[in-house]
DNA sequence: TCGAGCCGTTGCAGTAAATGCAACAGGCAT
DNA sequence: ATGCCTGTTGCATTTACTGCAACGGCTCGA
């Protein structure tokens, strides 16, 4: 739309690439030497742009900066919100929100099932972290070092014949996390409660928070509820695309 | 210098601080609703700038693959060479550039000494990594659990009798060395050799180098090697923030 | 149901601002 | 010293950016 800007905003793919000189900047963007060098200095004057001793180009800091004050300034449940509310709206069941912190992780968000059968959870509490699917997702997205140092510390309450009781079994349960990519808790915590669940991930890849879906045994099979990863994974893949400034593929034509 | 590429940059720091609507950039940038509109468009073709589906606009993902993609391709020993080159002429001594790898430090890049008596290294050799500073520097960056993994993997050769021969000995001296911001090996590794040095930090604040000076005892004292300490650092400071893209303060009128 | 208000979007005419040219300047190597 | 290479500047041309005003879609309230 904008020639000019479109111009300046081509010269930054090209200098992540590497460091490069006016006439190299110049050639690839098809104008003349004194116009790349005026794009360039608007872009240097805004810190875009840091120019090396050798006077070669490069991206400069504010690129970095701006890039991690975006992210801190973002609210993964504002943007998660509406697609909780749509997956509910879908499954009729209660949808969690957790993220992880200090050897805890915490319900940020829930909508309630439609059903008259609900389960006990409430926004800001701890969940229980050795069985909940969301707790196995944040947890299993830390480096390895670190994960073994958390579920050593951890306490392994017996809640139910079926809760994970001992770090060892937790760590196996984590790798599987890790490498398929969804997490479920079948009567780990609450003995007829089942629950299935997806990570939502930053731009860099990490997972920021994590997604259920949960339902007692009396509404759905575990069987049932396995049925809907599909949808608990794409709602979780479309917050993370969301989250990480991602356009998905959509307009064609104008 | 281009009032159009000005403007569009000056909305970058804007949507950092949240998701913002059009009205609101246009008042900010002080132009015609319209003006603004298509700022964003063009910011948004790039990828640079995000659509929510309440309309708002945000930053996009394209920052954050820049700000990847650009420290992928940055070569800190081509940015740090003409430091260590000049902080070689300014002291006479070897200097050497490491960086960590795979519970290893190697060299990757070295600047010899001016006086006849040398140390032994050579590029991308490993570096005795209990004893030399830059090891200490490395490993004292990494977070804590992965740090005390480290310690307890490493062999301890007592080089000589100033070597660190355990784990609980050397963590401790990281602990020093991450608070203090700088290391020395003195006689830890060859017996008559001593060495001051710091971290080249990356955008992030992590260290992704670490350089050091090295001299023999018979050419200048330990005391007299621990002057030279600012310097070192100064000079470890530079090279980070060059690294990292940061200008600076120089030019003051053009 | 209708209408008012709010915001984003579009077409257009005027002109400000970006462009390319050509000449200059500074550094480096021959 | 001299020539080349690369970045920089002043200027005339005209392109493309701006602001205006009118339109359109949507939401909210009467």
């Given at each position: 739309?904008?020639?000019?800007?479109?111009?300046?905003?081509?010269?930054?793919?090209?200098?992540?690439?590497?460091?490069?000189?006016?006439?190299?900047?110049?050639?690839?963007?098809?104008?003349?030497?004194?116009?790349?060098?005026?794009?360039?200095?608007?872009?240097?004057?805004?810190?875009?742009?840091?120019?090396?001793?050798?006077?070669?180009?490069?991206?400069?800091?504010?690129?970095?900066?701006?890039?991690?004050?975006?992210?801190?300034?973002?609210?993964?449940?504002?943007?998660?919100?509406?697609h909780l509310?749509e997956l509910n709206?879908r499954t009729?069941?209660?949808v969690?929100?957790?993220?992880?912190?200090?050897?805890?992780?915490?319900?940020?968000?829930?909508?309630?099932?439609?059903?008259?059968?609900?389960?006990?959870?409430?926004?800001?509490?701890?969940?229980?972290?050795?069985?909940?699917?969301?707790?196995?997702?944040?947890?299993?997205?830390?480096?390895?070092?670190?994960?073994?140092?958390?579920?050593?510390?951890?306490?392994?309450?017996?809640?139910?014949?079926?809760?994970?009781?001992?770090?060892?079994?937790?760590?196996?349960?984590?790798?599987?996390?890790?490498?398929?990519?969804?997490?479920?808790?079948?009567?780990?915590?609450?003995?007829?409660?089942?629950?299935?669940?997806?990570?939502?991930?930053?731009?860099?890849?990490?997972?920021?928070?994590?997604?259920?879906?949960?339902?007692?045994?009396?509404?759905?099979?575990?069987?049932?509820?396995?049925?809907?990863?599909?949808?608990?994974?794409?709602t979780?893949?479309?917050?993370?695309?969301?989250?990480?400034?991602?356009?998905?593929?959509?307009?064609?034509?104008?």
């Amino acid at each position: 739309m904008s020639q000019t800007v479109d111009r300046a905003l081509s010269i930054l793919p090209l200098l992540a690439e590497g460091p490069a000189n006016l006439e190299q900047v110049a050639a690839r963007l098809g104008v003349h030497k004194s116009t790349a060098l005026r794009l360039l200095r608007t872009l240097h004057e805004h810190g875009i742009v840091h120019r090396q001793p050798d006077q070669r180009y490069r991206l400069g800091s504010r690129i970095f900066a701006l890039a991690q004050q975006a992210v801190e300034n973002l609210d993964v449940r504002e943007i998660a919100h509406p697609h909780l509310v749509e997956l509910n709206a879908r499954t009729g069941h209660t949808v969690h929100l957790a993220v992880h912190e200090e050897d805890e992780v915490l319900y940020i968000d829930k909508v309630e099932s439609r059903y008259p059968v609900r389960m006990y959870s409430r926004i800001g509490k701890p969940v229980a972290i050795t069985n909940a699917a969301v707790a196995k997702l944040l947890l299993a997205d830390l480096p390895e070092q670190e994960r073994r140092a958390v579920a050593q510390r951890l306490d392994y309450p017996r809640y139910t014949a079926r809760s994970i009781t001992d770090a060892k079994t937790f760590l196996a349960e984590l790798a599987k996390v890790r490498e398929q990519g969804w997490a479920t808790d079948l009567g780990g915590h609450e003995e007829s409660i089942n629950c299935v669940g997806a990570p939502v991930r930053g731009p860099d890849g990490r997972a920021v928070a994590a997604m259920s879906v949960s339902a007692p045994n009396v509404v759905v099979s575990a069987d049932e509820l396995l049925g809907l990863l599909p949808l608990v994974r794409r709602t979780a893949d479309a917050i993370s695309d969301e989250y990480s400034g991602k356009t998905p593929e959509k307009e064609r034509h104008p």
